[in-house]
């Protein structure tokens, strides 16, 4: 238990649907990251927020929607995905964007687009 | 990229030390060396970080060279539940990165009974 939730664990959707993954984290925390790891290949960072405001957006195509209505709670918007986006996403956060402090992570979310 | 690099693989005897090594020779001064794990399917565990000297916790040790430009990740006693991807993270000078933690392919490690 990390203190950061992740639901659904699984998501399956279809490439026309829209859904959205929920990430909570109870630590205090003020920054949250969305990672993602596809099969085989290394966690790659999709986005950053740091007390509510994005701060980095890692070229992201535009089907994926974060949303950080406050420093608790992070959410992605999917909507017309592409079978190729199937995959675990993981939220993360940590205390603020300083390099020493630690960055924990959710159990993901695992998403399959049929 | 990743700024470390990590041997693909290693075994483990159960109860015997684990020793993974890590080299990050382009390293800043102050960047920070961070250790974290994955078991298949779940998210990434913290383990341990530091920047210059050694560091221990409750489960892992972390021994930094003097030049920085290498660290050794130590479980004491691995068990069968220590099997993970490890990952050594460089985690990156503030400016557009953000100091964010850029995964690289880690070591699999194997405790075999």
């Known amino acids: 238990e990390t203190g950061v939730t992740q639901t659904p664990r699984h998501l399956v959707m279809g490439m026309t649907n829209k859904k959205s993954l929920k990430c909570e984290q109870h630590?205090?925390?003020?920054?949250m990251y969305w990672y993602k790891q596809s099969a085989k290949k290394p966690l790659e960072l999709m986005f950053v927020?740091?007390?509510?405001?994005?701060?980095e957006n890692n070229s992201v195509p535009s089907r994926f929607s974060p949303e950080c209505p406050n420093s608790s709670h992070l959410f992605l918007h999917l909507h017309t995905l592409q079978p190729e986006d199937s995959a675990l996403y993981l939220c993360?956060?940590?205390?603020?964007?300083?390099?020493?402090?630690?960055?924990?992570f959710g159990e993901g979310s695992w998403l399959t687009v049929v | 990229d990743a700024k470390t690099t990590q041997p693909p693989s290693m075994d483990c005897a159960e109860g015997r030390a684990a020793n993974l090594p890590c080299n990050h020779s382009t390293i800043s001064g102050n960047e920070y060396v961070y250790w974290y794990r994955q078991i298949h399917s779940q998210g990434p565990q913290y383990i341990i970080h530091g920047l210059k000297n050694n560091e221990t916790n409750e489960m892992a040790s972390l021994i930094i060279t003097e030049d920085r430009k290498s660290s050794t990740l130590i479980l004491p006693h691995a068990t069968l539940r220590d099997t993970a991807v490890y990952y050594c993270i460089v985690r990156v000078a503030a400016g557009g990165s953000q100091g964010n933690l850029i995964f690289g392919k880690g070591t699999k490690l194997s405790v075999k009974p």
């Open positions: 630590l205090g925390h003020n920054a």
């Open positions: 927020y740091n007390f509510k405001e994005q701060t």
């Open positions: 993360a956060s940590s205390q603020d964007l300083q390099r020493g402090n630690t960055i924990y």
